[in-house]
């Protein structure tokens, strides 16, 4: 029987996007230095802008991946499993508002 992994590290800190509060490049830079300042697997940056479409998101979303999987931190989408998937997140936001069971 093999051996089971050990449980992956929980983060201590949660950060979520938001090009409302600051523009796309000057919030990547920051979250960049962040995840360099931060012990490995210790942030989850979670991608939301709601208002983005799927196509923007994803965008985004690829740039975020970059900046987390560069420094070995956590990367999670809120409330679009689709996009979670296409990045391999490693975790999933689900709102009240969110997905349905059936979904």
Do not use: N
Request: net charge neutral.
């Amino acid at each position: 029987m093999p051996a089971e992994a050990p449980p992956k590290p929980s983060p201590r800190l949660l950060v979520f996007t938001s090009l409302e509060r600051a523009p796309r490049e000057l919030m990547l830079s920051r979250f960049a230095r962040l995840s360099r300042l931060a012990r490995e697997q210790s942030v989850l940056f979670v991608l939301r802008d709601y208002e983005l479409s799927a196509r923007e998101r994803l965008s985004l979303g690829r740039e975020l991946s970059q900046v987390a999987r560069g420094s070995e931190q956590l990367v999670g989408v809120a409330d679009r499993a689709d996009i979670a998937l296409l990045l391999d997140a490693d975790a999933l936001h689900v709102p009240e508002r969110g997905v349905d069971a059936p979904d």
